[in-house]
């Protein structure tokens, strides 16, 4: 992860989104919108996260409003949770893991606010079978630490893969791009 979030040095080249990505072969891939509350663009109360995907990483920037609130003025913890268990679960993208939260454990550092651009970064950094440990953080964008966390993230069976690629528009085949299975 970025030593802060106006930092781009040392990123990993982007792979593909949320929203779309680059196939093996080389073509573009756009997956079916849905209702996800947090990456999900049909949801009208969601968060509508734009994340990118990098090998093993994942990556996105999101500004909270007055929807999101808790105590007055400052952005509530568990949509700030919302925003790193998203970004975490994405990070094992590039392994193909089609990956859901099995166990995260947080440690809030510094309030964020309503209206201040938030950046949250993941990446795997362990892998055993179907269970990838990921670590990630979100940054104010003074760069200081707003929320760290780590987790273990369970890799889709091969029979669920394929029935959400086909849920979300993929071809059945398709690995992901730099994909390692």
Not at 73 to 86: F, N, Q, R, S, V
Not at 135 to 151: A, M
Request: aromatic share 8%.
């Amino acid at each position: 992860m970025s030593p802060s979030a106006g930092d781009d040095a040392g990123r990993a080249a982007t792979i593909g989104t949320s929203r779309e990505i680059r196939g093996a072969d080389g073509r573009r891939y756009a997956f079916a919108d849905h209702h996800c509350f947090a990456c999900g663009g049909t949801n009208p109360i969601g968060m509508r996260l734009h994340i990118e995907l990098g090998d093993g990483t994942a990556r996105a920037e999101w500004v909270g409003g007055q929807d999101y609130v808790g105590w007055e003025g400052k952005l509530h913890g568990g949509i700030l949770a919302t925003l790193l268990d998203e970004v975490m679960a994405w990070a094992p993208s590039s392994y193909d893991a089609w990956a859901v939260t099995a166990q995260m454990h947080l440690r809030y550092r510094s309030p964020a606010n309503p209206g201040e651009r938030l950046t949250a970064e993941a990446q795997v950094v362990g892998r055993r079978r179907r269970i990838y440990e990921v670590r990630g953080e979100i940054r104010g964008e003074d760069g200081r630490v707003v929320l760290e966390g780590d987790g273990r993230y369970l890799g889709a069976a091969p029979g669920e893969k394929r029935d959400l690629k086909e849920r979300y528009g993929m071809p059945p085949g398709l690995p992901a791009p730099g994909s390692r299975e």
